[in-house]
């Protein structure tokens, strides 16, 4: 067939090499592999949300019986809805961004610190304010367990937007909750007909130890999830040594330097600082064994770190005059 004597012929070929599939699947991947950051972020973002909820009711009720704990009390009350969506949002974008090997290993080193804080703590003493220290790195841990239970999965993107959507009602409820418990608590407390503030009345001293478990079984999940993570990009046994051996001396290292500080800072000082002090020993780490996007990946976990902290900041001062009483 003369293709010269029908020019649609050709121009027809050229227009569905143009147009066709195979050509957009590089951006289509591209597009869902983002789509799939942002749900993954979306609902660890969500569960950053239904912990600080669920502490605020409880150091609202800690605040409330505490006659020097009018400030703070106060304070949580006035509390914007429009500062609780903005906070979601930008933890959902901060991981969405953070890659996986350095979300792992903000995982590892919260682990590692929580249970040598909680061991070390002494009799009697609350560890509440470590609640409110694990947010970032709870976002990290539900977005490496999602990542690595739906790696390879058919149907990834429809069971996240399943989970994202799961996350928020629970996200949803948790926020009234703690609205309605900092609003009318007080005052049907005394009345003592409000179903929900009863419940709070009777079960609210119970909220850390449900926090303590949850926290438990995500991390336990999360820790498998993140050395899991780390493994897969390695060729060979001695990769990995070279990278897990600094690793280990790091983590000691850091281990042994909070074990020095305060178990229970009295200022907000120490908090920050010990934040800039983790975030730069990975930095330093990941300069000898990561890659260059690793450390564009540190820097956006020490905003989150921070942006998590500043927003907690009157839970935090709760904390502090709470380990006082």
């Not at 020097?68 to 906070?87: N, W």
């Not at 900092?182 to 079960?203: K, P, S």
């Not at 438990?216 to 040594?241: H, K, Q």
Request: proline share 2%; hydrophobic share 50%; net charge positive.
């Amino acid at each position: 067939m003369d293709l010269g004597a029908r020019p649609w012929l050709c121009c027809g070929s050229t227009l569905s090499g143009m147009f066709s599939l195979g050509s957009w699947l590089p951006g289509l991947a591209w597009g869902w592999a983002l789509l799939d950051a942002l749900l993954q972020g979306l609902v660890g973002a969500c569960a950053v949300s239904v912990l600080c909820s669920l502490l605020k009711v409880y150091l609202y009720i800690q605040c409330l019986n505490d006659p020097e704990g009018q400030a703070e009390k106060e304070a949580m009350r006035v509390q914007r809805r429009v500062l609780e969506l903005l906070h979601v949002l930008v933890l959902t974008v901060l991981l969405a961004l953070v890659g996986s090997r350095v979300a792992a290993l903000v995982v590892l080193e919260f682990s590692l610190r929580a249970v040598s804080t909680l061991l070390s703590l002494n009799k009697g003493t609350r560890s509440t304010q470590l609640y409110l220290l694990c947010q970032y790195s709870l976002g990290c841990g539900v977005s490496c367990s999602l990542s690595f239970l739906l790696e390879g999965a058919p149907h990834s993107t429809f069971n996240l937007a399943l989970a994202a959507g799961l996350a928020g009602l629970l996200a949803g409820c948790a926020r009234r909750l703690a609205r309605h418990v900092c609003t009318m608590y007080e005052l049907h407390r005394a009345a003592q007909y409000c179903g929900v503030c009863i419940l709070v009345l009777t079960t609210g001293h119970r909220i850390p130890r449900l926090l303590r478990n949850a926290l438990a079984i995500t991390f336990t999940v999360a820790d498998l999830a993140a050395v899991a993570l780390i493994n897969r990009d390695f060729l060979s046994t001695g990769e990995a040594v070279r990278f897990w051996t600094p690793l280990t001396i790091c983590y000691t290292l850091l281990v042994i330097y909070m074990q020095e500080e305060p178990q229970q800072s009295s200022g907000r000082r120490p908090v920050f600082q010990t934040v800039l002090v983790r975030m730069g020993g990975l930095f330093i780490l990941l300069l000898t064994v990561g890659h260059w996007v690793d450390i564009f990946h540190v820097l956006i976990s020490l905003l989150g770190e921070l942006w998590c902290l500043l927003h907690a900041r009157v839970m935090l001062e709760a904390c502090w005059r709470q380990v006082r009483w």
